[in-house]
């Protein structure tokens, strides 16, 4: 399983996006400091940081700076708002890895997140690559869905969502949980895109295995 840092101002967007990172099955932790923040990076324990540039004073250049000057810089990318995407080039230039400009949808993060660990994810190291139920087949390094051996195209969002159901597969997963985890904190309560997103699903890939509980959300069984 990988392991990701994730030193973010709001603790409300790191408790999601935490929560959102394990729903699809990387580990989460939330550095609460900037000097948690190098204490934990400069270990061995993290495949990647995530950080969140509120302004360039808040300190994430210094942390770029600083972790640049270890003997194997931790990957790192930055979630930076449109009017300081300037001031990041010098962080940019000398360590960061990539960045995603606010507000952003967890979806293109995770893709970022992805592409960052995608030699190590190839070799196979540390994280599950293939999900499995019954005929359902999900490559998360391929981004290849299959059912009974036939190739199935997801757009991106409904990828995401399968990946969801498959690594909880016979649980039930509420709307609300899904809006969080899969659109992230920028999602309208009142929106029915889970629902919409769900009957694409069951017509392309799942089927009647993907139940409604009425209530409470959706399984696959």
Known sequence: MHSILIAQNEPRVAALLASSLHT???EAVI????????????GDHFDLLVIDFQSP??????????L?????????????????????ATGHNSHLSDFVIKPFRFT????????????????GEGALTVLRSGDIVLDLCAREARVGG???????REFVLAEAFLRNAGRVLGRDYLLSNI???DYDPGSNIVDVYVRHLRIK???RRLETIRGLGYRLS
């Open 68 to 88: 640049q000057s270890s003997s194997a810089p931790l990957p790192t990318i930055a979630l930076v708002a449109r009017e300081a995407v300037d001031a990041i």
């Open 205 to 207: 890939l799942c089927g």
């Open 57 to 66: 004073d808040k300190g994430g250049l210094s942390v770029l700076e600083t």
């Open 31 to 42: 550095a609460r400091s900037r000097e948690q923040t190098l204490t934990l990076a400069c």
């Open 150 to 156: 036939r190739a199935v195209e997801l757009t991106p």
């Open 24 to 26: 699809h099955g990387f």
């Open 108 to 123: 293109e993060l995770l893709a970022r997140i992805r592409l960052r660990l995608r030699k190590r994810c190839a070799a």
């Open 183 to 185: 659109w992230g904190y």
